[in-house]
């Protein structure tokens, strides 16, 4: 059975950083792409970041502060988030892609962890 | 980036009824190549991770009620709900996939009961 268990969130101050962290088991971790995607409250779904066979992307409201990265031998995957504003605040998903591409559908989701950026 | 617009932003349906939710994409995500839509489905309910549906603008992921079922082509999208039961209540998104970075959502439908 697939699991994706996030960590690392809670309140940080406004320019703050935090590292979130998804611990995965139940499939070959290292053969597929790993995406970071966030909830505001109130808001809908907004895609942040994806880390595909080693090639990384991210959403323009969140590039060069964002870095995603994983670790395939300790099956995790990571979110360091530096500079945060009031608006990163949401919860955070960690999301299996369907394959190791570039052009994934999201097929397991992760419970959420919650990142606050208030003073 | 691809746009998803869906409508309507939220609906009321009796229980037994059906519901449809509609998603246009501001260009197409139909790939001639494997003759394929991009195009997947979730359900979202409040305390719990989105969940996937439906994959390939018609597929049924594993385990989905038959209940639940996709449609359309190009640039136009329908998630039809054929008979509404009382765990259906949720937010349902549409997601592209065809052109990324980025996957881009649309903005959510909210759907309860009558």
């Known amino acids: 059975e697939v699991q994706l268990v996030e960590s690392g969130g809670g309140l940080v101050q406004p320019g703050g950083s935090l590292r979130v962290s998804c611990a995965a088991s139940g499939f070959t971790f290292r053969n597929f792409a790993m995406s970071w995607v966030r909830q505001a409250p109130g808001k809908g779904l907004e895609w942040v970041s994806t880390d595909s066979g080693g090639t990384t992307y991210y959403a323009d409201s969140v590039k060069g502060r964002f870095t995603i990265s994983r670790d395939n031998s300790k099956n995790t995957l990571y979110l360091r988030m530096n500079n945060l504003r009031a608006e990163d605040t949401a919860v955070y998903y960690c999301?299996?892609?369907?394959?190791?591409?570039?052009?994934?559908?999201?097929?397991?989701w992760g419970q959420g962890t919650l990142v606050t950026v208030s003073s | 980036d691809i746009v998803m617009t869906q409508s309507p932003d939220s609906l009321a349906v009796s229980l037994g009824e059906r519901a449809t939710i509609n998603c246009k994409s501001s260009?197409?995500?139909?790939?001639?190549?494997?003759?394929?839509?991009?195009l997947a489905w979730y359900q979202h309910k409040p305390g719990q991770p989105p969940k996937l549906l439906i994959y390939?603008?018609?597929t049924r992921e594993s385990g989905v009620p038959d209940r639940f079922s996709g449609s359309g082509s190009g640039t136009d999208f329908t998630l039809t709900i054929s008979s509404l039961q009382a765990e259906d209540v949720a937010v349902y998104y549409c997601q592209q996939y065809y052109t990324t970075p980025p996957e881009t959502f649309g903005q959510g439908t909210k759907v309860e009961i009558k």
């Open positions: 999301a299996k892609g369907d394959n190791n591409g570039w052009q994934n559908y999201f097929d397991h």
């Open positions: 260009q197409s995500v139909f790939y001639s190549s494997n003759n394929k839509n991009y």
């Open positions: 390939w603008a018609s």
